[in-house]
């Protein structure tokens, strides 16, 4: 399964290694720290203020939606029906 990210970007859901929020990143000098260090795998798809950072093993996406709305979105298709 694919998750709309911002723009055109369709990430595997497989390949996410966590959706963090924008108040957890600028909150934390270690992530602040780590975005430095991936400086060069990280892609800005926000037009204006980005609202969420999705990792994966290749990028690093700031992404315009919510971390909440991309965590609905990741886990839409892995939902079990209870009868």
């Known amino acids: ?15 996410i290694i ?3 929020d924008k108040n957890s990143v600028q909150a934390s000098e270690d992530i602040k720290q780590f975005l430095q260090q991936k400086e060069k795998m ?3 798809l926000a037009k204006n203020a ?3 950072l999705v990792i994966t093993n290749k990028e690093i996406y700031l992404s ?12 839409k ?3 079990q029906f209870n009868p």
């Open 1 to 15: 399964m694919y998750v709309h990210v911002g723009e055109d970007v369709m990430v595997r859901t497989d390949e």
């Open 18 to 20: 966590a959706i963090l």
């Open 42 to 44: 990280v892609q800005n």
């Open 50 to 52: 980005f609202k969420s």
């Open 64 to 75: 315009p939606l919510a971390s909440t709305t991309l965590k609905k979105r990741s886990t």
């Open 77 to 79: 298709g892995n939902r």
